[in-house]
């Protein structure tokens, strides 16, 4: 039984989500379903970049490049008078999907600092591309024309739809990195993150199946750029700032590295206390970061790790 | 003679000032147990490296089974039937014993694009890996996260691997390094009955293992092969005891 003391938790937490809005209504406080979203949209791409971080160990620095990519790929559709969101989310995706192979093709060829150093560096350039395009609002951003619009299917104007979809998106990429790494692909990802030399010893060379991950996990994180933008109703360059890719590493780090559920526990830690925080002082970082590096420090494998959990949940 | 399984010809490498594979030539027969002795810093490892295609030579020739190998990387040669171990034990420690092996046997079984279906449940991997587990005396331990095993119980695992690649060559790099006695012992026989069956190439400290294993015995010193022979020739061999043997007196 303690061995799926993890899992239980999990669905636990996400049935509680699903109560959210009802509760929220009950008590009059529409700002907690607001608040969950976001929170909820920064899960999924800890999510997804749990995949290449923490099955592949592949240490992205640029993970926010494939927020900016869906949410710009939504708003210059809308911009141009296209609000299909079916049409926005497949180009969101498979924009992400194509930035990724191209970023993947060069970076994942490399590791360590160097991995690093060229997934921050790419993702710099994107930021300062969307700078540039002044058309879609340069520096300033501009406002989301119109949010998607999923035929009658769900109505994103309606919080409690937009939550619930939010919601779903959520557990549909939970359950999919959960079959996803347990998969032959996934056993042979984890097995390079383990030991590269015997990986490649057995007959395995690592760098298409990396790469196969790391655009996985860049489309991923493409739905939830397209869902960011959907929320906040503004397209912004800092979505791709690298501070953004960092918040979304430590998500991943704080919630527990290569566990299913931790990065998302990790995105919820991280941004309620950045809530509560920030609501009672001004100097709020200056509490959270000394919590920050005390949560590492103590808890090695990230709150999900103090569970204990059955390996094989990953 | 029947022809080499293994040839290498003239082979070179070179770390900065330091010549650790000087024009080794070499010739391993199907069938036979092989070893490579010498002493400390011959350049033992690094002719395994390159052989395994870990290590690219700067020169010289290696065929395998008919073919030109030279430029091939590691993967390939593994899928050619090239299979090694390492000197320092390498596995998979967060991995069970089990899941190592399943593993290997998953790498040569076509490609792992597969997507969705769990591959700790597929019986096509785990029958088999489970058959090799029980061969080299691990069946009990199939479930033990390799970091949890013994080391001897580790280098057994290593050997699982390399078995359930179904090589055509085994490169074994020091199989008993760091056992006891009696681990050592049941590794040497274990070994043993893969004679016959198995081709291997065996770099050894333990002499005693060369000794009771080795069909024919190369001695390399400073990256050269200064002889090769059956254990009784190599053991008479005036160069190899001045170079070599005589150290151990």
């Known amino acids: 039984m303690r061995a799926h003391l993890r899992l239980t938790v999990l669905v636990a937490g996400l049935v509680l989500l699903a109560l959210v809005p009802p509760l929220a209504a009950a008590l009059n406080q529409p700002f907690y379903l607001d608040l969950l979203r976001r929170v909820m949209i920064f899960a999924i791409a800890a999510v997804s970049l749990n995949l290449i971080l923490g099955y592949g160990g592949m240490i992205s620095f640029g993970h926010a490049a494939y927020l900016g990519i869906g949410a710009y790929a939504v708003a210059i559709l809308a911009y141009h008078g296209i609000y299909n969101g079916f049409v926005q989310f497949a180009v969101a995706v498979g924009a992400s999907a194509g930035i990724a192979l191209v970023i993947g093709a060069v970076s994942v060829r490399t590791s360590g600092i160097y991995f690093i150093m060229i997934t921050l560096a790419f993702t710099q350039m994107l930021y300062f591309l969307g700078i540039s395009l002044e058309e879609y609002g340069g520096d300033d951003g501009m406002r989301l024309a119109r949010r998607s619009e999923l035929a009658d299917l769900i109505d994103l104007g309606n919080p409690v739809s937009f939550y619930y979809l939010v919601l779903g998106v959520l557990i549909a990429f939970l359950y999919l990195s959960h079959r996803l790494v347990n998969s032959r692909f996934g056993m042979v990802l984890r097995a390079a993150k383990s030991n590269e030399a015997r990986t490649r010893a057995i007959g395995i060379a690592p760098y298409r199946y990396r790469l196969v991950a790391f655009v996985i996990a860049g489309a991923m994180c493409g739905v939830a750029g397209a869902l960011e933008v959907n929320h906040t109703n503004y397209l912004t360059p800092n979505v791709m700032h690298w501070t953004r890719s960092g918040e979304i590493m430590f998500m991943v780090i704080l919630g527990g590295i290569g566990t299913l559920g931790g990065p998302a526990l990790g995105a919820f830690v991280l941004l309620l206390l950045e809530d509560l925080l920030s609501g009672w002082t001004q100097h709020w970082q200056i509490i959270l970061g000394p919590l920050l590096v005390l949560a590492v420090l103590f808890a090695k494998r990230g709150l999900a790790g103090l569970l204990p959990g059955d390996r094989r949940d990953g | 003679m029947?022809?080499?399984?293994?040839?290498?010809?003239?082979?070179?490498?070179?770390?900065?000032?330091?010549?650790?594979?000087?024009?080794?030539?070499?010739?391993?027969?199907?069938?036979?147990?092989?070893?490579?002795?010498?002493?400390?810093?011959?350049?033992?490892?690094?002719?395994?490296?390159?052989?395994?295609?870990?290590?690219?030579?700067?020169?010289?020739?290696?065929?395998?089974?008919?073919?030109?190998?030279?430029?091939?990387?590691?993967?390939?040669?593994?899928?050619?039937?090239?299979?090694?171990?390492?000197?320092?034990?390498?596995?998979?420690?967060?991995?069970?014993?089990?899941?190592?092996?399943?593993?290997?046997?998953?790498?040569?079984a076509g490609h792992s694009y597969r997507f969705w279906r769990p591959a700790l449940g597929e019986r096509a991997l785990r029958e088999p890996a489970r058959c090799i587990l029980e061969e080299v005396g691990l069946?009990?331990?199939?479930?033990?996260?390799?970091?949890?095993?013994?080391?001897?119980?580790?280098?057994?695992?290593?050997?699982?691997?390399?078995?359930?690649?179904?090589?055509?060559?085994?490169?074994?790099?020091?199989?008993?390094?760091?056992?006891?006695?009696?681990?050592?012992?049941?590794?040497?026989?274990?070994?043993?009955?893969?004679?016959g069956r198995q081709t291997i190439v065996?770099?050894?400290?333990?002499?005693?293992?060369?000794?009771?294993?080795?069909?024919?015995?190369?001695?390399?010193?400073?990256?050269?092969?200064?002889?090769?022979?059956?254990?009784?020739?190599?053991?008479?061999?005036?160069?190899?005891r001045a170079a070599y043997l005589g150290e151990e007196d």
Do not use: W
């Open chain 2, 202 to 240: 065996l770099v050894e400290h333990d002499m005693d293992a060369v000794f009771s294993l080795a069909d024919r015995i190369s001695v390399l010193v400073y990256g050269r092969v200064i002889a090769t022979g059956t254990p009784e020739e190599i053991r008479i061999n005036p160069e190899v």
């Open chain 2, 139 to 195: 069946g009990e331990r199939a479930e033990v996260l390799a970091a949890n095993l013994a080391h001897g119980e580790q280098r057994q695992l290593e050997i699982a691997m390399v078995l359930a690649t179904k090589p055509r060559l085994m490169l074994l790099d020091e199989p008993v390094a760091g056992m006891g006695a009696e681990e050592s012992q049941r590794m040497v026989q274990f070994l043993s009955s893969l004679k």
């Open chain 2, 2 to 108: 029947a022809e080499a399984l293994l040839a290498v010809r003239n082979l070179v490498k070179q770390f900065g000032a330091l010549r650790a594979c000087d024009g080794v030539t070499l010739e391993v027969l199907p069938g036979e147990t092989h070893a490579i002795i010498g002493p400390n810093g011959a350049g033992k490892t690094t002719l395994i490296g390159q052989l395994s295609g870990d290590l690219r030579p700067d020169s010289g020739r290696i065929r395998f089974a008919g073919q030109d190998v030279t430029r091939l990387r590691a993967p390939a040669r593994s899928h050619l039937g090239l299979a090694r171990s390492f000197q320092i034990t390498s596995v998979y420690r967060d991995f069970t014993a089990l899941d190592n092996v399943a593993l290997a046997v998953q790498a040569h």
